[in-house]
């Protein structure tokens, strides 16, 4: 029982932890597509109000509505050499990147 105990209080203060919103802006250093169904994206921001550890690292998967159309928009900013912002959901992967949900495109 206290170790069920434990484990509820862990998850409860991880969830806590886990901020959800937009970071600065700021120009996309690497775009990595991978064969492991995400991409990855280095982009030099200076607030990132996620609490996973990496705070310029960010992943989406393939398989999320919408993926693409995010994925464009970065192929888009590297090309065009354009500040990005992206939307943090809060969630944090294996390697500590922030999962995104959203970007935006400063001209």
Same mark, same amino acid.
């Given at each position: 029982?206290?170790?069920?105990? !434990?484990?509820?209080?862990?998850? !409860?203060?991880?969830?806590?932890?886990?901020? =959800?919103?937009?970071?600065?802006?700021? +120009?996309?250093? %690497?775009?990595? #597509?991978?064969? @492991? @169904?995400?991409?990855?994206?280095?982009?030099?921001?200076?607030?990132?109000? =996620?609490?996973?550890?990496?705070?310029?690292?960010?992943?989406?998967?393939?398989?999320?509505?919408?993926?693409?159309?995010?994925? !464009?928009?970065?192929? %888009?900013?590297? =090309?065009?050499?354009? =500040?990005?912002?992206?939307?943090?959901?809060? +969630?944090?992967?294996?390697? %500590?990147?922030?999962?995104?949900? %959203? !970007?935006?495109? +400063? #001209?």
């Amino acid at each position: 029982m206290k170790a069920l105990l !434990l484990i509820v209080l862990t998850l !409860l203060s991880y969830s806590a932890s886990a901020t =959800s919103g937009w970071t600065t802006y700021g +120009r996309v250093i %690497e775009l990595v #597509p991978t064969i @492991h @169904h995400r991409f990855k994206v280095n982009i030099d921001v200076k607030g990132n109000k =996620s609490a996973c550890k990496e705070k310029q690292w960010f992943y989406q998967d393939y398989n999320v509505n919408d993926s693409r159309e995010m994925y !464009l928009a970065l192929l %888009e900013a590297v =090309s065009s050499d354009k =500040s990005i912002r992206v939307y943090v959901t809060g +969630r944090c992967d294996i390697n %500590e990147y922030s999962e995104i949900s %959203e !970007l935006g495109i +400063r #001209p």
